[in-house]
């Protein structure tokens, strides 16, 4: 059970090892908030849909199964796009189209066939969690570069019970940030980057093995 | 906005690969070779531009005025997903030969990003029912020039030497990150500069 969860996140992190996702990633990987904003509509999302096609895939036929597929998934987007206009406008603006642009992230469709419509419901749920918090971290990691080398600074929820107006200013950074990463630009770059250094480690590691 | 500012904005501006990261995975996946490159382009300016246009139809004629809007993104996904399907269906009947360079692409366009994404941008930007299929046909034409700069840059790279680490995908995303540095350099003070 504990495999399942920890195969999305490091061994078939859909981000970096599989590359699947990758325009959400991308695109919203400007600020930490959004980045974590997104990861958690994805689980939501990834969640229902894994769990509704594990529980109905003896009674979808195998001829129309995709688009049986996609319309639980588009369900569940449709559910995530109106709460969050609803209880995090700013966060629902600043993702834009994204958030309903999650019914054609590869991850969900991929996870829906690849593993929800053979398995029982418990280890769909741990695949759902595990690829969606392999996602989440991966965007995370990706916004953080983004955001702290960009423009020298971390932004978070605030929380004004103790005076955290939800951002932390990194010193030095912040008054010259190399603003080319926070761009469009930058983002390429830093999931080229990543994506090599993750090839190098895979490759010591199997030199290692050997 | 103009129709010719609606194109100048999707192709180089708002280029959906360079600056909205639509359609990034067949941008990476298909572009290895120039031929199924342009394959995919073309394939993709069609489904686009009609997709754009079949959605605003359906939004603006039935979900408006039933007060359905709500029901925007498992619409749109169906109503994308038919017309894929429909298109497939009349090329191969229409061009056995057309079929033939664009067929495996077809299906590959239902999950793109893309032609959802220029879909609910229309409606974002309250667009008419023709600056929808335009801005749809000139966001396919965006596509079509970076996939087809990149596949050109890419088949070079396949004789050059690159870092181990680096062979693949890697070199491809650092590729497109150069790509998009140089497509800063259209914004919208060129278009002010061009059509005032």
Redesign the interface.
């Given at each position: 059970m504990l495999k399942q969860f920890t195969n999305g996140i490091f061994k078939e992190n859909p981000v970096f090892i599989i590359?699947?996702g990758?325009?959400?990633t991308?695109?919203v990987s400007t600020q930490v908030v959004n980045a974590l904003g997104m990861g958690v509509a994805v689980i939501f999302v990834l969640l229902g849909s894994n769990m509704f096609v594990s529980l109905l895939k003896d009674f979808i036929p195998e001829k129309v199964r995709i688009?049986c597929y996609?319309?639980i998934i588009?369900?569940f987007?449709?559910i995530v796009?109106?709460a969050m206009r609803a209880y995090a406008p700013s966060l629902s603006k600043s993702l834009g189209?994204f958030v309903?642009?999650i019914?054609?992230?590869?991850i969900i469709?991929g996870r829906a066939e690849a593993f929800a419509s053979k398995n029982n419901l418990k280890s769909s749920v741990m695949d759902a969690l595990g690829m969606g918090v392999g996602f989440t971290l991966a965007l995370t990691l990706i916004a953080l570069i983004r955001e702290v080398v960009g423009s020298g600074k971390i932004t978070l929820f605030a929380i004004h019970a103790i005076g955290f107006n939800g951002e932390i200013n990194i010193p030095y950074l912040s008054d010259s940030p190399i603003r080319?990463i926070g761009?469009?630009?930058?983002?390429?770059?830093v999931?080229?980057?990543l994506?090599?250094?993750f090839?190098?480690f895979e490759?010591r590691n199997k030199g290692a093995i050997k | 906005m103009s129709y010719v500012g609606i194109i100048i904005t999707f192709v180089f501006i708002n280029n959906f690969i360079f600056t909205q990261f639509l359609g990034l995975c067949p941008f990476i996946g298909v572009s290895r070779r120039i031929d199924s490159a342009v394959g995919m382009g073309f394939a993709v300016i069609f489904v686009m531009s009609f997709a754009s246009l079949a959605t605003w139809i359906i939004y603006n004629l039935a979900l408006i005025p039933l007060n359905l809007d709500f029901l925007q993104t498992i619409t749109f996904v169906l109503v994308i997903a038919t017309l894929v399907q429909l298109v497939e269906m009349v090329i191969q009947k229409m061009s056995p030969v057309l079929y033939k360079a664009l067929g495996i692409y077809l299906p590959l366009i239902t999950t793109n990003c893309a032609v959802l994404g220029i879909a609910l941008i229309a409606v974002r930007k309250n667009y008419g029912a023709l600056e929808s299929f335009v801005a749809g046909f000139a966001a396919g034409v965006g596509f079509l020039l970076a996939i087809l700069l990149m596949s050109s840059i890419r088949e070079r790279l396949d004789t050059e030497w690159v870092p181990k680490p680096f062979r693949g995908v890697p070199i491809a995303f650092v590729t497109a990150g150069l790509m998009a540095m140089a497509f800063m350099a259209f914004d919208m003070g060129l278009l002010k500069n061009l059509i005032g």
């Amino acid at each position: 059970m504990l495999k399942q969860f920890t195969n999305g996140i490091f061994k078939e992190n859909p981000v970096f090892i599989i590359l699947l996702g990758l325009c959400p990633t991308l695109a919203v990987s400007t600020q930490v908030v959004n980045a974590l904003g997104m990861g958690v509509a994805v689980i939501f999302v990834l969640l229902g849909s894994n769990m509704f096609v594990s529980l109905l895939k003896d009674f979808i036929p195998e001829k129309v199964r995709i688009p049986c597929y996609i319309i639980i998934i588009a369900s569940f987007v449709t559910i995530v796009d109106l709460a969050m206009r609803a209880y995090a406008p700013s966060l629902s603006k600043s993702l834009g189209v994204f958030v309903q642009l999650i019914v054609v992230n590869c991850i969900i469709l991929g996870r829906a066939e690849a593993f929800a419509s053979k398995n029982n419901l418990k280890s769909s749920v741990m695949d759902a969690l595990g690829m969606g918090v392999g996602f989440t971290l991966a965007l995370t990691l990706i916004a953080l570069i983004r955001e702290v080398v960009g423009s020298g600074k971390i932004t978070l929820f605030a929380i004004h019970a103790i005076g955290f107006n939800g951002e932390i200013n990194i010193p030095y950074l912040s008054d010259s940030p190399i603003r080319m990463i926070g761009y469009p630009a930058g983002a390429l770059l830093v999931v080229g980057l990543l994506k090599a250094l993750f090839n190098w480690f895979e490759s010591r590691n199997k030199g290692a093995i050997k | 906005m103009s129709y010719v500012g609606i194109i100048i904005t999707f192709v180089f501006i708002n280029n959906f690969i360079f600056t909205q990261f639509l359609g990034l995975c067949p941008f990476i996946g298909v572009s290895r070779r120039i031929d199924s490159a342009v394959g995919m382009g073309f394939a993709v300016i069609f489904v686009m531009s009609f997709a754009s246009l079949a959605t605003w139809i359906i939004y603006n004629l039935a979900l408006i005025p039933l007060n359905l809007d709500f029901l925007q993104t498992i619409t749109f996904v169906l109503v994308i997903a038919t017309l894929v399907q429909l298109v497939e269906m009349v090329i191969q009947k229409m061009s056995p030969v057309l079929y033939k360079a664009l067929g495996i692409y077809l299906p590959l366009i239902t999950t793109n990003c893309a032609v959802l994404g220029i879909a609910l941008i229309a409606v974002r930007k309250n667009y008419g029912a023709l600056e929808s299929f335009v801005a749809g046909f000139a966001a396919g034409v965006g596509f079509l020039l970076a996939i087809l700069l990149m596949s050109s840059i890419r088949e070079r790279l396949d004789t050059e030497w690159v870092p181990k680490p680096f062979r693949g995908v890697p070199i491809a995303f650092v590729t497109a990150g150069l790509m998009a540095m140089a497509f800063m350099a259209f914004d919208m003070g060129l278009l002010k500069n061009l059509i005032g």
